[in-house]
């Protein structure tokens, strides 16, 4: 066994790929409180806030860090679906972002509730939602990753929404509660070790 050293200003993470190859079969859709509303050509700020609410507790920076021209050639991109979840008073409480930029692919490149709405059975309604919008005709593969600085139940929630593991790559960059792109309080399970 090798222990490799991270830096104390760095972050380490594994992440799994994991994919569909199949359409799963239909099945009734959940009941939901909440609904989708589709985000044509969202603003960076708009698009940072959510992704920032939803993702900082995670971790997410890699938006956020992201030139402002690359990001909008992102997220303005017409192969590129995103999604803001809204519960009923309008408040954007989680996001879902397709890309179909990857000919006969579409990656769940986003998806996330706010950790408040975790346990409560919306993840399942939100997956629904996702794979009937994701297998359109001509996917053949719908694929999904996910790390160990995610939710813990993220790994068998995928798995069990039918998608099958098939890689493991480990990440390693610099703390964003360091570098200022997320507040030193972001995240508190993961253990900050080093202040500037």
């Not at 005709?137 to 798995?159: E, M, Q």
Request: proline share 9%; with cysteine; aromatic share 8%.
């Amino acid at each position: 066994m090798v222990l490799t050293p991270v830096g104390d200003d760095e972050v380490a993470t594994i992440v799994t790929t994991l994919e569909m190859r199949t359409r799963p079969p239909l099945r009734p859709l959940p009941s939901s409180p909440l609904r989708l509303v589709a985000w044509d050509r969202p603003s960076v700020e708009k698009y940072r806030a959510l992704f920032r609410r939803v993702g900082a507790p995670w971790l997410w920076f890699s938006r956020l860090v992201m030139a402002e021209r690359q990001l909008l050639d992102i997220i303005h991109d017409p192969d590129v679906s995103i999604y803001a979840v809204v519960d009923r008073a309008g408040i954007e409480v989680g996001m879902l972002e397709l890309d179909f930029r990857e000919p006969r692919t579409c990656e769940l490149s986003y998806f996330a509730l706010i950790p408040e709405l975790a346990g409560k059975g919306l993840g399942r309604w939100l997956m629904a939602e996702a794979l009937s919008r994701a297998w359109i005709k001509g996917i053949d593969r719908v694929w999904v990753h996910t790390c160990t600085l995610d939710h813990p139940s993220a790994l068998n929630f995928y798995r069990a929404q039918g998608f099958v593991a098939i890689k493991r790559t480990i990440e390693t960059f610099p703390d964003p509660r360091l570098t200022g792109h997320l507040p030193p309080d972001a995240a508190p399970q993961i253990p900050l070790l080093s202040r500037r």
